[in-house]
């Protein structure tokens, strides 16, 4: 009875202080010497050991001196003890005493627990009402289906998607995020809901499905394992309309793009958006979704990290993951096409090789900008050349940085910040170029961009001041991801939310803007968690 001389402030006697109290010295001495074999007797010493891990460990030492019994205290100092500790330590407490079990039915604990651990804000009270406690949405709400909180990915085969489950009033409701309409990267994302579960009366939570123009209708979600959960509408009726599938479609096209068919005049554009249709609306909200995080960060990052909007050409705006990993950054789609899936990595730039774009009249000039990127990809073939005849040598050079092996021999090439960018043996785009830290993404400094003539954009309202430039490459493929192939290209950091991307071989630019939300249980637990989330979805679609 260790952990009860603890919380009653005696020895290790099996009688605590209460009941010596009511005790003669016969019926004291007497209980001494019988065997601690009471089984209800270890059973509340279980129950107290939870509440003293619980409340940190922090008993009473040896040299200590007694202190009060946790059930001499009044009931309302127990019910602000018990109010700080994590819900889920609760039903251990309970089984302590009849005392604890019976606090423990207070409403005010519940409330606060819903508070701190799943942001409810609504007024609780008006659960009195309903005939609802607190407990019960804690318990059979809150709790039960914590699992499915945070960011998730659906599949989708190729186009993917972001859904962001959280914790709404008395709801539990999942957002479909969506970017805004092409080519208004600026605007905000809109979302709308697939998904709801609320507590309706005392049994258990219900799950609606919310897709469709019908209401809310009777669904199911089954939390497959670890990361992974389905949807299941079992009312997909609602989904119908009474025009049929061309009424549905244009529906779809109003809220998808913002237009009708007739608006859009390319060909080819009109037969991407129908089969988008066709493809996604096969699934009726009957969904697999995976867990996604958000990247971490560094103070040496770049920029700030995380989730952007892009102009993808005919398929339209696409949700893009920036993340950076050392040396190097890299855009991963979670929005995707029929050519470049969601999952893939569009988008990497080379953080060692900044380029210095030339003055505004030379930069309109497409082929100049050509030959000094294609100057900076030479210059990284023969880097990687060099690497790799260092690692044939075994035990040469190739193994003498083992802080940044990826570069080994063409070090020396690269650490001078004039040698980063041109060609080598170009003097004046050496000279040029200026080394990163002179020049911070978040200063005020910048130089003129413009576009070079005859590289399309869907966006023409793009920022004509940028930051700084890196050679990188995008990832380019035929319809169904065939022959996918890594092209060179212009990282442009334009500020702290906005960066462009010219996919030279397309003579195409990519403006994306930072979705501006806060995602609650979005972060990575670690940063190998992570990365094999990023080797997952890609896995998915490779």
């Given at each position: 009875?260790?952990?009860?001389?603890?919380?009653?402030?005696?020895?290790?006697?099996?009688?605590?202080?209460?009941?010596?109290?009511?005790r003669?010295p016969?019926?004291?001495?007497?209980?001494?010497?019988?065997?601690?074999?009471?089984?209800?007797?270890?059973r509340?010493?279980?129950?107290?050991?939870?509440?003293?891990?619980?409340?940190?460990?922090?008993g009473?030492?040896?040299?200590?001196?007694?202190?009060?019994?946790?059930?001499?205290?009044?009931?309302?100092?127990?019910?602000?003890?018990?109010a700080s500790l994590?819900?889920?330590d609760?039903?251990?407490?309970?089984?302590?005493?009849?005392?604890?079990?019976?606090?423990?039915?207070?409403?005010?604990?519940?409330?606060?627990?819903?508070?701190?651990?799943?942001?409810?804000?609504?007024?609780?009270?008006k659960?009195?009402?309903?005939?609802?406690?607190?407990?019960?949405?804690?318990?059979?709400?809150?709790?039960?289906?914590?699992?499915?909180?945070?960011?998730w990915?659906?599949?989708?085969?190729?186009?993917?998607?972001?859904?962001?489950?959280?914790?709404?009033?008395?709801?539990?409701?999942?957002?479909?995020?969506?970017?805004?309409h092409?080519?208004?990267?600026?605007?905000?994302m809109?979302?709308?809901?697939l998904?709801?579960?609320h507590?309706m009366?005392?049994?258990?939570?219900t799950?609606?499905c919310?897709?469709?123009?019908?209401?809310?209708?009777?669904?199911?979600?089954?939390?497959?394992?670890?990361?992974?959960?389905s949807?299941?509408c079992?009312?997909?009726?609602?989904?119908?309309?009474?025009g049929?599938?061309?009424?549905?479609?244009?529906?779809?096209?109003?809220?998808e793009?913002?237009?009708t068919?007739?608006?859009?005049?390319?060909?080819?554009?009109?037969?991407?958006?129908?089969?988008k249709?066709?493809?996604t609306?096969?699934?009726d909200?009957?969904?697999?979704?995976?867990?996604?995080?958000?990247?971490?960060?560094?103070?040496?990052d770049?920029?700030?990290?995380?989730?952007?909007?892009?102009?993808?050409?005919?398929?339209?705006?696409?949700?893009?993951m920036?993340?950076?990993?050392?040396?190097?950054?890299?855009?991963?789609?979670i929005?995707?096409?029929?050519?470049?899936?969601?999952?893939?990595?569009?988008?990497e730039?080379?953080?060692?090789?900044?380029?210095q774009l030339?003055?505004?009249?030379?930069?309109?000039?497409?082929?100049?900008?050509?030959?000094?990127?294609?100057?900076?990809?030479?210059?990284v073939?023969?880097?990687?050349?060099?690497?790799?005849?260092?690692?044939?040598?075994g035990?040469?050079?190739?193994?003498?940085?083992?802080?940044e092996p990826?570069?080994?021999?063409?070090?020396?090439?690269?650490?001078?910040?004039a040698?980063?960018?041109?060609?080598?043996g170009?003097?004046?785009?050496?000279?040029?170029a200026?080394?990163?830290?002179?020049q911070?993404?978040?200063?005020?400094?910048?130089?003129?961009?413009?576009?070079?003539?005859?590289?399309?954009?869907?966006?023409?309202?793009?920022?004509?001041?940028?930051?700084?430039?890196f050679?990188?490459?995008?990832l380019?493929?035929?319809?169904?991801?065939?022959?996918?192939?890594?092209?060179?290209?212009?990282?442009?950091l334009f500020?702290?939310?906005?960066?462009?991307?010219?996919?030279?071989?397309?003579?195409?630019?990519?403006?994306?803007?930072?979705?501006?939300?806060?995602?609650?249980n979005?972060?990575?637990?670690?940063p190998?968690?992570?990365?094999?989330?990023?080797?997952?979805?890609q896995?998915?679609t490779?």
């Amino acid at each position: 009875m260790a952990v009860c001389a603890r919380l009653c402030g005696v020895g290790p006697s099996r009688g605590c202080r209460r009941r010596q109290q009511r005790r003669g010295p016969a019926e004291t001495a007497a209980a001494d010497s019988e065997p601690d074999t009471d089984p209800e007797e270890e059973r509340i010493e279980a129950g107290a050991a939870a509440l003293s891990g619980a409340l940190g460990g922090r008993g009473a030492g040896p040299q200590s001196p007694p202190r009060c019994s946790l059930l001499e205290l009044p009931p309302e100092l127990l019910v602000e003890i018990f109010a700080s500790l994590p819900g889920t330590d609760l039903p251990s407490l309970a089984q302590v005493c009849t005392k604890f079990r019976r606090i423990l039915h207070t409403d005010t604990i519940w409330r606060r627990r819903c508070r701190e651990e799943y942001g409810v804000c609504e007024n609780l009270r008006k659960l009195d009402i309903t005939g609802v406690s607190c407990r019960d949405v804690y318990a059979k709400l809150l709790h039960r289906y914590r699992h499915i909180l945070g960011l998730w990915q659906p599949d989708i085969g190729p186009y993917g998607g972001l859904l962001n489950v959280v914790v709404d009033g008395l709801f539990i409701i999942g957002w479909m995020y969506l970017p805004p309409h092409d080519p208004h990267v600026d605007d905000p994302m809109r979302f709308k809901p697939l998904f709801r579960v609320h507590l309706m009366e005392r049994k258990s939570a219900t799950v609606e499905c919310m897709y469709g123009h019908r209401g809310p209708h009777n669904g199911h979600i089954q939390i497959v394992k670890k990361d992974e959960f389905s949807t299941k509408c079992n009312q997909t009726d609602h989904h119908r309309m009474s025009g049929g599938r061309q009424e549905e479609f244009r529906t779809w096209l109003r809220e998808e793009w913002g237009r009708t068919l007739e608006d859009i005049f390319h060909e080819h554009m009109q037969e991407l958006i129908l089969m988008k249709f066709i493809y996604t609306s096969q699934y009726d909200n009957c969904l697999t979704y995976r867990r996604i995080y958000l990247p971490p960060s560094h103070p040496d990052d770049l920029i700030r990290p995380g989730l952007f909007k892009g102009t993808y050409g005919s398929h339209g705006l696409e949700i893009v993951m920036l993340s950076f990993h050392g040396k190097r950054a890299r855009g991963t789609k979670i929005t995707g096409d029929p050519n470049i899936p969601a999952g893939q990595q569009t988008v990497e730039i080379d953080l060692m090789h900044r380029i210095q774009l030339p003055d505004v009249e030379s930069l309109r000039n497409f082929n100049e900008l050509s030959r000094i990127v294609l100057e900076v990809r030479e210059q990284v073939r023969q880097e990687q050349q060099q690497q790799e005849n260092g690692l044939e040598d075994g035990e040469g050079r190739g193994r003498q940085s083992p802080r940044e092996p990826q570069r080994g021999p063409a070090q020396p090439i690269v650490e001078p910040p004039a040698e980063k960018v041109g060609a080598p043996g170009d003097g004046e785009a050496a000279a040029a170029a200026a080394p990163a830290p002179e020049q911070p993404a978040h200063s005020g400094q910048g130089q003129p961009f413009v576009l070079p003539v005859g590289v399309s954009s869907r966006n023409e309202d793009y920022p004509r001041t940028c930051r700084m430039c890196f050679y990188g490459t995008g990832l380019i493929a035929g319809h169904g991801f065939t022959s996918p192939e890594r092209t060179p290209g212009v990282f442009i950091l334009f500020d702290e939310d906005r960066f462009g991307f010219i996919w030279l071989e397309l003579k195409s630019f990519s403006l994306y803007s930072r979705v501006q939300a806060t995602f609650r249980n979005a972060e990575a637990p670690s940063p190998q968690a992570f990365e094999e989330m990023l080797k997952n979805i890609q896995s998915l679609t490779s």
